[in-house]
T-cell receptor, first 112, second 114 residues
Framework: DAMVIQNPRYQVTQFGKPVTLSCSQTLNHNVMYWYQQKSSQAPKLLFHYYDKDFNNEADTPDNFQSRRPNTSFCFLDIRSPGLGDAAMYLC???????????FGPGTRLTVT | AQTVTQSQPEMSVQEAETVTLSCTYDTSESDYYLFWYKQPPSRQMILVIRQEAYKQQNATENRFSVNFQKAAKSFSLKISDSQLGDAAMYFCAYSGGGADGLTFGKGTHLIIQP
């Protein structure tokens, strides 16, 4: 089945130690998104790629970066994780005719 | 900026009954999209139903239907014949269209009583 895959599902990192979260898709969608969802809160958009074009939300901290080396993969890099960055990180994709978003299962990040 | 408001943090319904989840939004756009997403305890977000603002007809997907009132900026979700598997957090979301990301409400936790 076509899907959005996130690895790892659970990630533990130390305060200040860089971490990378991975998302891949078999849907061949043009657009990929990263959302941050803190406990008991709504998901919040961090940034998205339309093909290779990167679009950053105005209030996304500089600590968060993203890479999309090809259509299938997108990475979220957190350069110096703080305790406040502990959250579920959701990847989503959309294709350009409907822009319906399909979500992966998320990566739960713990910062110790 | 667009905002989405879900005023019911938690709702409870008996199995097989009908429940309505409320959502209001604010936008200055005339063309946009509204969605209801379901997030079960496993946490994968699943699209339940979508509505294009230019369509007057309310969207329906099996037991799920919406009441879209554009002038009132209201977008409620009705779940008929509630099932235990409907228990989840439900998020109302707005998109301006194109590749815009979604703006989510804070969610409604739906409990199904057997």
């Amino acid at each position: 089945d076509a899907m959005v895959i996130q690895n790892p599902r659970y990630q533990v990192t130390q305060f200040g130690k860089p971490v990378t979260l991975s998302c891949s898709q078999t849907l061949n969608h043009n657009v990929m998104y990263w959302y941050q969802q803190k406990s008991s809160q709504a998901p919040k958009l961090l940034f998205h790629y339309y093909d290779k074009d990167f679009n950053n939300e105005a209030d996304t901290p500089d600590n968060f970066q993203s890479r999309r080396p090809n259509t299938s993969f997108c990475f979220l890099d957190i350069r110096s994780p703080g305790l406040g960055d502990a959250a579920m990180y959701l990847c989503a994709t959309a294709e350009k005719s409907t822009y319906e978003q399909y979500f992966g299962p998320g990566t739960r990040l713990t910062v110790t | 900026a667009q905002t989405v408001t879900q005023s019911q943090p938690e709702m409870s319904v008996q199995e097989a009954e009908t429940v309505t989840l409320s959502c209001t939004y604010d936008t200055s756009e005339s063309d946009y999209y509204l969605f209801w997403y379901k997030q079960p305890p496993s946490r994968q977000m699943i699209l339940v139903i979508r509505q294009e603002a230019y369509k007057q007809q309310n969207a329906t997907e099996n037991r799920f239907s919406v009441n879209f009132q554009k002038a009132a900026k209201s977008f409620s979700l009705k779940i008929s014949d509630s099932q235990l598997g409907d228990a989840a957090m439900y998020f109302c979301a707005y998109s301006g269209g194109g590749a815009d990301g979604l703006t989510f409400g804070k969610g409604t936790h739906l409990i199904i009583q057997p």
